[in-house]
Structure formats: C-alpha cells, structure tokens
C-alpha cells in the first residue's frame, strides 16, 4: 500500500530549497546592515561660511555650521594659531584674548545629524599678539569625536 504512493518529484525539491536559502539571505542581510548601521555612524561638519566683523576691541567671527554626517558632532575646543580660545558666554572678556562662544552655558556645541544652520562665535581681541587687519588666522574647531575642521579667515 505504501509502494504506490510518490514522493515530491526533485525538482519542486530543489525550487522549495532555492526559495527558503534566498529567503534566509534577505533575512540575514537585512540583519547584518541594521548591525553594522549602528557602528558605522560618523561626524562630519562642514563649515559652510565665516564672517568677520572688526570692531574697536575685537574681531568676531562667525561660523555657520552643518552637520551632514550620520551622527550627532559635539564640538568642544576652538583654536586659534593652535593656540586654544576660552569658552565666554557672551562678549570676549578682553582685547588681548581669544574667546568663543557657543550660543550656551557649556562650552560645546552639540550639532545634531542633518541640522543646517548652527552658528559658533570666535572673538579675537585685536591687542592679541601680533594680530592686525590683512592677517590670515587658522581657525581649527575641535570635536569630542576627536576630529578636527580647519577654516583659514582672513581678518579684515
């Protein structure tokens, strides 16, 4: 009785195999990037513009900032000539310092990925060195991530 009946013929056998091992690498895939996403996020802050302004005590130069990295930059030291700036909370605390400012209480700035349109404040005072109006300045913004970005202004 159990002669006459028939198995699945091989080829529904191998097409049902194919299907689930295709079926499995997607799932594996789909499993490996949402593993490898998570460390593989990376900073990237451009620097999309730097205005100087001269006035009677300093020269205050304003950066716009843009995130475009997959994460968020926490940027904590400014450096002018490499020489590190003071974080101030405001107006530069003297005409021979360099201050920033962060637009906070702390001294970061935490730039979160894709936002556009974060503003950071350096103050040169104008007694500081040897500065004078025509100098090129270095400006490296330093994260915690440990990247550096360089802008190079020119003081007018």
Known sequence: MLKNRKAISPVIATVILVAVAITVAVAVSYWMGGITSQYTKFEKVEIKSAQVVKNTTYWKVTFNLKNSGSATATLNNVYINDIAATFFDGLPSGNNTINYDTGGLTGE?????????TTLIVYIGTSYLTLSSGTAV????????GMDYIKLVELV
């Open 138 to 145: 270095n400006i490296k913004i330093h994260s915690a991530g």
């Open 109 to 117: 700035l935490t730039i979160t990925s894709g936002e556009t349109s």
